[in-house]
């Protein structure tokens, strides 16, 4: 089931399109908190679909306390911003307070910092 992580010392999912920014971590059994983490999932909102998004704080707030493994949701429209080293991955959560009307300044709400995973030997 997981031989695609065969060899990968840092996994990261990049992915989108999920109408809310998410960070989080995939985990083999989500069920058992104490499940070895396989990998980091950093999910991009829409960019232009369903409106201008929200922040629904409240439900924010519950779905962060029932998904410990997720650390951070933002339901606004926005991208992913990501540069790729050697030595780490950093991604910024860009958000836009509205898509309706032209001009909406992107921003960025939240960054993070993957690094390399060490080579053995």
């Known amino acids: 089931m997981l031989g695609w992580l065969q060899g990968t010392s840092n996994p990261v999912v990049l992915t989108g399109d999920a109408h809310m920014h998410h960070d989080a971590e995939l985990k083999l059994d989500f069920d058992d908190p104490s499940s070895p ?31 410990p493994h997720i650390s951070y949701i933002d339901q606004r429209r926005g991208y ?25 300044p992107a921003k960025t709400t939240k960054t993070v910092t993957i690094h390399a995973a060490a080579s053995a030997g």
Do not use: C, M, P
């Open 80 to 104: 992913l911003a990501a540069r790729l080293t050697s030595t780490e991955l950093s991604v910024d959560f860009r958000t836009l307070d509205y898509i309706s009307r032209k001009g909406a």
């Open 37 to 67: 983490v396989v990998a980091r999932e950093l999910v991009a909102s829409s960019i232009a679909s369903d409106g201008d998004g929200y922040r629904d704080k409240a439900w924010i707030a519950e779905a962060l306390a029932e998904n």
